[in-house]
């Protein structure tokens, strides 16, 4: 792998910038012209047809067009120059761009963050960075303003929500408006075109477009660079061309006398037509969110370098061609493209309005990864795209949904007016969320002071906010889309936010206390039989209150018990090394583990690997580990919710951590330590007793054991938080992802049980994963009977409903349910084979579904 191919799939700090090459850092600015510069470089397509979408016309004397080419340029200049390139660029978050790497760094200095299971471990992750100088006046009093003020927090994430939801919207329409653009303008040459032809034609390129997004943009990248620069150099080529042949003295409009002459000459109309100017900077938030697959140097070069005279040269060309040619102004850019080139920039202009396309959708896919770690957004399927390039993703449902906007969009308005005034009400909403953000930062993290704060606010915020004000004119006209769309995401975000964060303090408040579990023995009041339970936990300390409910109604459960809870931590990434986290719950004789998977809010939860020997081995590492310290004492086993974790063993993060990187490079049975004695003899280890039971834990099997929560409002509650909770929460909650999926679980391998936040668990739950536990815990017919034979005298319908829950979810063996029908028939419950098991079952269940498990346990 080439070295720009490798800082391509990392990212790159700003330590390892001073060591790369110039020719690493011109490599990786060509490739993120495709990437980066898509979106931005097809604005000049629909911003002079937008902006004189109204009332405004051209006048003999060129003022309004001079006027509106030196708002063009100083927006330019102003926002996507000096505000992304020379500043938001230097505020990343390791490497990453973007709103939420903002919040991130604010989170972090500031303790912002209202993400749930937040550790002072987390801390000491490689990636967690603050500053250490000292706080100014005011970012210490912003700090404290904030502690005590938790409304405000909320109100700092909704308003980056605001941001995130118009950055959705900008992936609606961003499709519909390229592809558009691009498709009319071959009526130019083919007048006799009608405007549906042109619909049906852009839906056809749409729906191509967003079908092949399964396979990634990997398979078509090498294609991106080149389209786009091919079109930055023909629309450049093509502004000379206009300048020098129709108007020579168009380079005056860049003097900012002609906005005031402009905006005094044309009054409230001029005012509103900003709305149309505010496309020309299109696409430079995403030019910031693409930091962290390239470095900041190389999009600087490329943006200061070919991506701004380009541009600007073909605005002055366009302005040039419409001083002389007034009539012309709804179709001005195709018909200033001189005849012998135009099927060639046709041609092109297709093909840079898909890359441009394609950049913003991947964008969308990567806000929603990014949405779904900060629990913001319900977990939906994310595929990864590319085993060579990190973070190209892939999400089908939103996919399908953009799609479907994007054709509604495209044949519901049919104009590109109109698709301009949304358009240009969304990316100024980010940009103003942005300027906020950045003004936070700089107070806070980079602790400059007061002026220069107020300076960056007042400069860029004014601009954003006249542009926002003249969008907002525009929301009869089409500026409503992206305000519908953004209060629907926004609706969905904030009710799964609020939502998940009631879940988990109900957790919190009823979970297992260390002193009931202590007081139950090593045991825990039942049977400890072969194997290892690993029950899936919201919670990062503590025992959650579903098992204080198994220990209850269950007369059996595993040997080894580990709570896995899966939690994102306030960075983009954590690497593998410091994803596991293991700790200990209660004495060594209850067996009892604690396991935390972290990620960041950029990073995939998703793992490839094989969960079970990662884990297996970390936590056979942490008793090696822990053996090899003084034992805690009981005080220090009831700190942290029960939890004996690395403070309390005096074992460094990273030592403790390294777990899950020590078991890549180990096989797993090779792990245990073995020390020499004088004699040259080899002998165990005092961990090896607990290691061994626990590799022969595993040797009996690992069963994955899943509580679904539902949480009910109370009726007390409002009538708008009894819909969003018992509605909206409750429908996605039963749509989307459970962890297991995070973690590669097997299918076979998984239990669900199912309870209210309430824990008003139905005892046909517990009852069936009673039997569910004992088929796949017993091996010895007789332990079998033992444990069963109680419970079937007073139950038997739960027999029938196993038969049930195995056709429907495959999870017991054949043998397993030979062995259970056949105890069942011994005890005189039931008799006859299997088919005589019809009739009796028919009353509760269909005889197809028993017969169809019938032939399933034959086959």
């Known amino acids: ?111 912002l963050s209202i993400l749930p299971n937040q550790q002072a471990t987390d801390e000491k992750l490689s990636a967690y960075t603050t500053q250490d100088s000292a706080d100014t006046w005011l970012s210490s009093h912003l700090k404290l303003f904030f502690e005590k003020h938790p409304r405000f927090q909320k109100g700092l994430l909704i308003f980056v929500l605001l941001g995130t939801c118009m950055t959705i919207g900008d992936g609606v329409i961003t499709p519909a408006i390229s592809v558009f653009s691009a498709v009319s303008g071959v009526q130019v040459k ?94 430079v938030e995403a030019m910031y969110a693409a930091l962290g697959h390239f470095s900041a140097l190389s999009i600087k070069v490329a943006f200061t370098c070919l991506v701004y005279p380009c541009l600007i040269l073909a605005y002055m060309g366009e302005a040039a061609f419409l001083s002389k040619h007034h009539q012309d102004i709804q179709g001005s850019f195709y018909k200033a493209i001189p005849e012998t080139v135009f099927w060639p920039v046709f041609v092109v202009a297709t093909f840079a309005a898909i890359v441009g396309s394609q950049a913003v959708i991947s964008a969308t896919f990567s806000i929603v990864s990014q949405c779904c770690a900060l629990h913001c957004f319900p977990p939906v399927k994310i595929v990864h795209t590319s085993s060579r390039i990190y973070g190209q993703i892939y999400v089908p449902e939103v996919n399908w949904i953009l799609m479907c906007l994007c054709l509604a969009v495209t044949i519901g308005l049919r104009d590109i007016d109109m698709m301009g005034h949304a358009y240009g009400l969304a990316i100024t909403t980010v940009m103003f969320v942005t300027t906020c953000l950045m003004t936070l930062v700089m107070v806070i993290v980079w602790k400059q002071g007061i002026i220069k704060a107020i300076i960056c ?73 072969p194997g290892i339970g690993i029950i899936f936990s919201n919670l990062a300390s503590g025992v959650p209150a579903i098992f204080g409910h198994f220990v209850t109604n269950l007369p059996a459960f595993h040997q080894v018990l580990v709570f896995v809870c899966v939690k994102a931590v306030q960075v983009p990434c954590v690497s593998d090394n410091e994803r596991l986290v293991i700790s200990r719950i209660g004495p060594k004789e209850y067996r009892m583990f604690c396991c935390i998977v972290r990620y960041g809010y950029k990073d995939l939860q998703q793992e490839n690997y094989n969960f079970e020997n990662k884990l297996v081995g970390a936590i056979i590492q942490f008793v090696e580990i822990e053996e090899s310290d003084p034992a805690p004492t009981p005080e220090e086993l009831c700190m942290d919710g029960g939890n004996l974790n690395m403070e309390h063993q005096a074992v460094s993060p990273h030592t403790l951590n390294n777990s899950c990187y020590i078991e890549k490079n180990f096989p797993l049975s090779c792990v245990l330590r073995v020390k020499k004695c004088d004699n040259d003899h080899l002998q165990d280890s005092p961990s090896k007793d607990e290691s061994m039971q626990i590799l022969g834990a595993k040797e009996s099997g690992v069963t994955y054991i899943l509580g679904h929560s539902y949480a009910e409002a109370k009726k007390s509650s409002s009538i708008l938080k009894k819909f969003a909770i018992n509605v909206v929460y409750a429908f996605l909650s039963k749509n989307c992802r459970d962890p297991d999926v995070y973690l590669n679980v097997a299918h076979t391998s998984l239990l669900e049980v199912d309870r209210t936040s309430q824990l008003y668990t139905s005892n046909r739950s517990i009852n069936v994963y009673r039997i569910w536990l004992s088929l796949n815990l017993h091996k010895n017919s007789q332990m079998l009977h033992e444990v069963l034979n109680e419970y079937f005298k007073n139950n038997e319908s739960d027999y029938f409903h196993v038969l049930h829950l195995k056709h429907r979810h495959n999870r017991l063996s054949s043998t397993n349910l030979h062995q259970f029908h056949t105890f069942g028939c011994g005890m005189g419950r039931r008799g006859g084979d299997f088919k005589s098991m019809e009739g009796v079952e028919s009353k509760k269940k269909s005889k197809g579904v028993l017969k169809g498990l019938r032939d399933n346990i034959i086959n």
Not at 34 to 57: E, N, Q
Not at 259 to 274: N, P, Q, Y
Not at 480 to 497: A, D, E, K, Q, R
Not at 503 to 520: A, G, Y
């Open 1 to 111: 792998m080439n070295p720009s191919e490798q800082f391509m799939e990392d990212g790159m700090s700003q330590q390892n910038l001073k060591r790369t090459s110039c020719a690493t850092v011109l490599s990786l600015a060509y490739q993120s012209l495709g990437i980066v510069y898509g979106d931005l470089s097809t604005s000049p397509l629909y911003v002079y047809k937008t902006t004189f979408s109204g009332k405004l016309r051209l006048e003999e004397n060129d003022e309004e067009i001079f006027g509106v080419l030196s708002f063009i340029f100083w927006t330019f200049t102003i926002i996507a120059l000096f505000k992304y390139v020379f500043i938001v660029m230097s505020a990343d978050d390791n490497g990453e761009g973007g709103a939420f790497a903002l919040y991130s760094l604010l989170c972090r200095h500031a303790r």
């Open 190 to 283: 083919i007048k006799e075109l009608h405007d549906n032809y042109v619909v049906i034609i852009s839906c056809v390129i749409l729906v191509v477009l967003f079908s092949i997004q399964h396979h990634g943009t990997h398979r078509v990248a090498f294609m991106f660079a080149p389209v786009v620069a091919a079109w930055l150099l023909c629309i450049s080529g093509i502004g000379m061309y206009n300048i020098f042949h129709w108007n020579r003295q168009v380079y005056r409009a860049l003097s900012p006398f002609y906005m005031l002459k402009f905006l005094k000459a044309t009054g409230i109309e001029g005012w509103m037509s900003l709305g149309g100017v505010v496309l020309s900077i299109t696409g």
């Open 457 to 529: 606010l007042v400069l860029f915020g004014s601009i954003e906010l006249l542009y926002i004000s003249a969008s907002i004119c525009k929301v009869p006209e089409g500026g409503w889309i992206p305000l519908v769309l953004s209060f629907i995401f926004m609706s969905i975000m904030f009710t799964w936010n609020y939502g998940t964060m009631k879940k988990h303090e109900f957790d919190v408040e009823n979970k297992v206390s260390m002193s009931k579990i202590l007081s139950l023995g090593p045991c825990l009041g039942m049977v400890r039989v």
